[in-house]
């Protein structure tokens, strides 16, 4: 059965970086597209990046764009999701998830969550002094 299990949050200063990362399985992960998503306390669920399944192609929210990069290792089935420049609004529970069509690009658009069929558990990520 498909399984992601993301890692890596915890708490940093404000400036400061962490890398999370989702270890993939059950599925051929290098044939879809894989993103990441966030839930700030009391918010929605809100997109941060996606990445093309060959890696060629990635897309950024514009609150992340130019502090977070997002890549993947098809070898390990994993994806990853570095975060520099914390900010304390960056304060989340991170999720990575699978999207549903191998044919889904990764863009953003207002129906993005019925792209994706599988998500992880999350990770916290906490940003304060």
């Known amino acids: 059965q498909v399984q992601l299990v993301e890692s890596g949050g915890g708490l940093a200063q404000p400036g400061g970086s962490l890398r999370l990362s989702c270890a993939a399985s059950?599925?051929?992960?290098?044939?879809?597209?894989m993103s990441w998503a966030r839930q700030a306390p009391g918010k929605g669920l809100e997109w941060v990046s996606g990445i093309y399944s060959d890696g060629s192609v990635t897309y950024y929210a514009d609150s992340v764009k130019g502090r977070f990069t997002i890549s993947r290792d098809d070898a390990k089935n994993t994806l990853y999701l570095q975060m520099n420049s914390l900010k304390p609004e960056d304060t989340a529970v991170y999720y990575c998830?699978?999207?549903?069509?191998?044919?889904?690009?990764?863009?953003?658009?207002?129906?993005?969550?019925?792209?994706?069929?599988?998500w992880g558990q999350g990770t916290q990520v906490t940003v304060s002094s």
């Open positions: 998830a699978k999207a549903r069509d191998t044919l889904y690009s990764g863009r953003y658009y207002s129906g993005w969550r019925n792209e994706y069929d599988y």
């Open positions: 059950g599925f051929t992960f290098s044939s879809y597209v």
